[in-house]
C-alpha cells in the first residue's frame, strides 16, 4: 500500500496570504489527523477528521480551519497568515479507533516571511 | 490533560554503545507508540505498544501499562539511528496523540 502523501512538501507565503494544504491518507483509513511542529512548542495536535466530520480539535486559533472529502483526504487550511506559523505541518492516517496504529506523511514545511 | 515526560532530553553515545529511552505518562492509555524522525522530518514508526514487549532488530520495546512507562532500547547503535524520537499516547475515545519533548540521540563514529 501506498503510504500517507502530502502536498505540496515546501511551501513560502508572507504575512496576511493564505495556505491550503493537503494529506492524502493510506488506503481504507477513514481518520486523518493534523500536527505543528515547531522548535518552542513540540508536536502539538489541531484536529481529527473522520468520515468527513470533525472528531477532535486542537487548541488552536479560529483561522486553522479543515475539512475532510468522502475519499479520506483532507485538506488544512490557514487564513491570515502569521510570523508564528511558520512550522512543519504533518499529517496521521488511521482506521480510525483509539487503538489503531498511526502513520504519518513527510509533512509539509512552512514559512512565513 | 495527559502528560508524556521522556527522559533523558539528550544522549550522545558512541558507535557500538547500548541506550535506554525512557518515557512515562500520567494516565492510563490505549495507545503508545514510539516514532523516529528522520532528518527531513518524517515521523517513522517504530513501534505499536500500548503494553509488553516487542522487538524488531536491533531495537525493542516495553511497556509497563500498571507502571505508565515505556522503555525503548537501541542495542549497537550506529550513526544512522541518530534523530529525535518521540513517545505518544491516546487516550479516550479518538485519535489523538499527545507527544512527549522527544529524546535527541547523537551516535558518534
Known amino acids: 500500500k501506498a503510504g500517507v502523501t502530502q502536498t505540496p512538501r515546501y511551501l513560502i507565503k508572507t504575512r496576511g496570504q493564505q495556505v491550503t494544504l493537503s494529506c492524502s491518507p493510506i488506503?481504507?483509513?477513514?481518520?486523518v489527523s493534523w500536527y505543528q511542529q515547531t522548535p518552542g512548542q513540540g508536536l502539538q495536535f489541531l484536529f481529527e477528521?473522520?468520515?468527513?466530520?470533525?472528531?477532535n480539535k486542537g487548541n488552536f486559533p479560529g483561522r486553522f480551519s479543515g475539512r475532510q472529502f468522502s475519499n479520506s483526504r483532507s485538506e488544512m487550511n490557514v487564513s491570515t497568515l502569521e510570523l508564528g506559523d511558520s512550522a512543519l505541518y504533518l499529517c496521521?492516517?488511521?482506521?480510525?479507533?483509539?487503538?489503531?496504529?498511526?502513520?504519518f506523511g513527510p509533512g509539509t514545511r512552512l514559512t512565513v516571511l | 490533560g495527559i502528560q508524556v515526560e521522556q527522559s533523558p532530553p539528550d544522549l550522545i553515545l558512541q558507535e557500538g554503545a547500548n541506550s535506554t529511552l525512557r518515557c512515562n505518562f500520567s494516565?492510563?492509555?490505549?495507545?503508545l507508540q514510539w516514532f523516529h524522525q528522520n532528518p527531513w522530518g518524517q515521523l517513522i514508526n517504530l513501534f505499536y505498544?500500548?503494553?509488553g514487549t516487542k522487538q524488531n532488530g536491533r531495537l525493542s520495546a516495553t511497556t509497563v501499562a500498571t507502571e505508565r512507562y515505556s522503555l525503548l532500547y537501541i542495542s549497537s547503535s550506529q550513526t544512522t539511528d541518530s534523530g529525535v524520537y518521540f513517545c505518544?499516547?491516546?487516550?479516550?475515545?479518538?485519535?489523538?496523540?499527545?507527544f512527549g519533548k522527544g529524546i535527541t540521540l547523537s551516535v558518534r563514529p
Open positions: 496521521a492516517s488511521s482506521l480510525g479507533t483509539s487503538v489503531d496504529t498511526q502513520y
Open positions: 488506503s481504507g483509513h477513514r481518520s
Open positions: 477528521y473522520f468520515s468527513e466530520t470533525q472528531r
Open positions: 494516565d492510563s492509555v490505549n495507545n
Open positions: 505498544i500500548p503494553s
Open positions: 505518544a499516547v491516546v487516550t479516550g475515545a479518538n485519535s489523538k496523540l499527545t
